[in-house]
């Protein structure tokens, strides 16, 4: 099939298209970055330049293909974060609907089964809404939980303070994935086929808050690592002083309030979904270590 991938050589785009060349697929990977050319092509793949905001030079892209995969990149200058990913999403699904695409993959997030109260979150759940609208095509929106790479912001606290922490508590069970094992069920997916419109929840692990103290803290040889938790104003203001810009910083806490209320993984619970990633926290607790003493 031709497949086309957005996300540049991203943590979940790149082993996405590693896995889809190998799978004798023709990639192309869209990316804002002329420099990423020379590697996307060295993956086996055709490399897109252009802005995800261009929906001629989107349409022009996928104009062919059998399937695309869709991910909204990060924008830490965004006025409105939410906003924006929702906007981007429009662009996406009037390029979807320009150059006839019949078969999509959407990057969601667990929580997106919330209109507002999530931070960033509410962007995806507005892009869902926008797809689902797209009449013609196959859609399967991709629910991944919590990233593992989201505890590498916390290396510069653990160096210099010696806690780990964020605006929710110790005691709390985080629902945990790696971008790897996401690539890997979008690449079966496609193998495997899908047709009308469904969601699928991934997941890696689910430990509490202190689990991931305990072995973060155990791999970079600093036992009984505490996870300490802020209340808002200490963890906006930690954000903002560690240089996130305002607007990122407020999205993160309000994602944290929805994590502290534990409403982030409440269609997930209700759904008796087990994580079944192959990647665990310990797993990746060697992975931050590596990060960590880098």
């Given at each position: 099939?031709?497949?086309?991938?957005?996300?540049?050589?991203?943590?979940?785009?790149?082993?996405?298209?590693?896995?889809?060349i190998?799978?004798?697929?023709?990639v192309?990977?869209?990316?804002?970055?002329?420099?990423?050319?020379?590697?996307i092509?060295q993956?086996?793949a055709?490399?897109?330049?252009?802005?995800?905001?261009?929906e001629?030079?989107?349409?022009?892209?996928?104009?062919?293909?059998?399937?695309?995969?869709?991910?909204?990149?990060?924008?830490?200058?965004?006025?409105?974060?939410?906003?924006?990913?929702?906007?981007?999403?429009?662009?996406?699904?009037?390029?979807v609907?320009a150059?006839?695409?019949?078969?999509?993959?959407?990057?969601?997030?667990?929580?997106?089964?919330?209109?507002?109260?999530?931070?960033?979150?509410?962007?995806?759940?507005?892009?869902?809404?926008?797809?689902?609208?797209?009449?013609?095509?196959?859609?399967?929106?991709?629910?991944?939980?919590?990233?593992?790479?989201?505890?590498?912001?916390?290396?510069?606290?653990?160096?210099?303070?010696?806690?780990?922490?964020?605006?929710?508590?110790?005691?709390?069970?985080?629902?945990?994935v790696h971008?790897?094992d996401?690539?890997a069920?979008?690449?079966a997916?496609?193998?495997?086929?899908?047709?009308?419109?469904?969601?699928?929840?991934?997941a890696?692990?689910?430990?509490?808050?202190s689990?991931?103290?305990?072995a973060?803290?155990?791999?970079?040889?600093?036992?009984?690592?505490p996870?300490?938790?802020?209340?808002?104003?200490?963890?906006?203001?930690?954000?903002?002083?560690?240089?996130?810009?305002?607007?990122?910083?407020?999205?993160?806490?309000?994602?944290?309030?929805?994590?502290?209320?534990?409403?982030l993984?409440?269609?997930?619970?209700?759904?008796?979904?087990?994580?079944?990633?192959?990647?665990?926290?310990?797993?990746?607790?060697?992975?931050?270590?590596?990060?960590?003493?880098g």
């Amino acid at each position: 099939m031709k497949i086309i991938i957005t996300g540049s050589l991203g943590n979940i785009s790149k082993p996405l298209a590693t896995q889809l060349i190998a799978q004798g697929h023709n990639v192309t990977v869209v990316s804002s970055n002329a420099d990423r050319t020379a590697e996307i092509n060295q993956l086996g793949a055709q490399a897109a330049i252009g802005s995800v905001t261009d929906e001629s030079f989107l349409t022009k892209t996928f104009a062919g293909a059998d399937l695309v995969y869709l991910m909204v990149p990060p924008h830490f200058g965004a006025d409105d974060l939410p906003g924006h990913i929702k906007n981007v999403g429009q662009h996406y699904a009037n390029a979807v609907k320009a150059s006839g695409i019949k078969k999509v993959i959407l990057l969601s997030s667990i929580g997106a089964h919330l209109e507002k109260g999530t931070g960033p979150i509410a962007g995806l759940h507005a892009v869902e809404q926008i797809f689902n609208q797209v009449e013609g095509i196959d859609l399967l929106s991709l629910r991944p939980a919590f990233f593992y790479n989201n505890f590498y912001a916390n290396i510069d606290l653990i160096k210099h303070a010696g806690i780990i922490g964020s605006n929710y508590g110790a005691d709390q069970s985080i629902v945990l994935v790696h971008p790897t094992d996401i690539a890997a069920v979008a690449a079966a997916k496609v193998e495997e086929g899908f047709e009308g419109k469904s969601i699928l929840y991934i997941a890696s692990d689910k430990p509490k808050l202190s689990e991931v103290a305990a072995a973060l803290g155990s791999a970079i040889g600093k036992a009984g690592l505490p996870w300490v938790e802020f209340d808002d104003t200490q963890a906006y203001e930690g954000m903002v002083g560690a240089g996130l810009p305002a607007e990122m910083a407020k999205n993160y806490i309000e994602m944290g309030t929805a994590i502290r209320s534990e409403i982030l993984w409440e269609d997930f619970e209700a759904k008796g979904i087990v994580p079944v990633g192959k990647i665990k926290l310990k797993d990746f607790a060697a992975q931050f270590a590596v990060a960590y003493n880098g």
